[in-house]
């Protein structure tokens, strides 16, 4: 008989005797599925897992601070901050193709983690043996992979640490569906806004500027997300909508008026999907009302932004993300 007490229950007895008296580490993307494995490990082991955060500066207003402050509010779990923001908006300087962009966070994101995991193994301390992860029941099915409770599998690390360093893998969400992986944060004590969190990708907003990535670009994008995320919770629809993706054309101007002055600005994309899978997608219809306030609000508060689209585009033949 399935009930969330009885997965916690099950899994956190199945953990410690799994991790016995060593370490554990889990990486933190500020998602739903990592922030609930980490969460479920916590409860299990306490002050043997360490979780990691990179901030790559490319995430969302708010999102960094939810996870720095409400995550381990709620969870008591140690977590190691990696302030990487000026690392990351070097690497992107200059850089405009959206495939190299992508290479390049991704590359800097896995030389920061790796990093900072060879500092946890380095500390005093019983030996790190295990890496949490966020593995849903899709992602075991489409890998083809078995079941198992803390299912463990060989995870050979790459580039940085000792060649023969091998992490055995905690993976206690492997039978669990999205929707039961909230059920267990919410009886973990999480907050909504992390259980509730619609997908976002990894390379976060840098892959929503179309052009150069800048950290003034960044802060204006954040404000005109922040905006729209506001407008669409307010009016109830978080839950109705997969996701809706703010987008930039920073290297977009166009002529406007505001005041008694032209002027010359950005404009915003608003892309609201909706998808049972992110496959396929179709736009979402929402109230023009609420389209709106959007547009209002984000002409009148973000500066250099002077006109706000809709993207109307289904998937295929549009992606989701622009980039
Ligand atoms: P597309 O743009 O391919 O996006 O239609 C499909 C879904 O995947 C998300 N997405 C990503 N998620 N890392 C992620 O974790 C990525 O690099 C990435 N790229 C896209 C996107 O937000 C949508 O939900």
Not at 50 to 75: N, S
Not at 271 to 288: N, Q
């Amino acid at each position: 008989n399935w009930t969330t007490g009885n997965v916690i229950e099950e899994q956190v007895e199945a953990i410690r005797e799994l991790v016995g008296d060593k370490r554990a580490i889990c990486g933190l993307s500020g998602g739903v599925d990592s922030a609930v494995a980490a969460a479920l490990v916590q409860k299990a082991i306490g002050s043997q897992l360490t979780c990691v955060y990179v901030d790559h500066g490319l995430m969302r207003k708010g999102e960094t601070e939810q996870v720095e402050k409400d995550f381990v509010a709620a969870t008591g779990v140690q977590l190691k901050v990696v302030d990487a923001e000026q690392r990351f908006l070097e690497a992107l300087a200059g850089v405009s193709d959206p495939e190299e962009k992508r290479k390049i966070i991704g590359r800097e994101f896995i030389r920061v983690f790796e990093q900072a995991q060879a500092e946890i193994i380095a500390d005093e301390g019983p030996a790190v043996e295990f890496l949490v992860q966020g593995t849903l029941y899709p992602d075991v099915v489409e890998s083809g992979g078995g079941t198992g409770t803390a299912n463990i599998k060989s995870h050979h690390n790459v580039g940085g640490l000792p060649e023969d360093l091998e992490f055995k893998l905690i993976e206690p969400l492997r039978k669990l569906f999205k929707d039961e992986v909230r059920m267990v944060g919410q009886e973990l004590g999480l907050p909504d806004e992390i259980v509730q969190r619609q997908p976002f990708p990894g390379p976060g907003l840098g892959i929503r500027i179309v052009g150069e990535v800048t950290k003034e670009r960044l802060d204006l994008l954040r404000e005109a997300d922040a905006i729209a995320r506001e407008e669409l919770t307010a009016a109830g629809l978080d839950r109705d909508i997969w996701q809706c993706p703010v987008v930039l054309l920073a290297d977009v101007r166009s002529v406007g008026v505001q005041g008694d002055g032209r002027t010359y600005g950005h404009p915003i994309v608003l892309r609201p999907v909706s998808s049972e899978d992110a496959m396929t997608a179709d736009w979402s219809r929402l109230p023009y009302d609420v389209l709106a306030r959007i547009s209002t609000r984000i002409t009148n508060e973000v500066r250099d932004v002077n006109r706000v689209v809709l993207d109307v585009t289904s998937k295929p033949p549009g992606t989701i993300e622009w980039e």
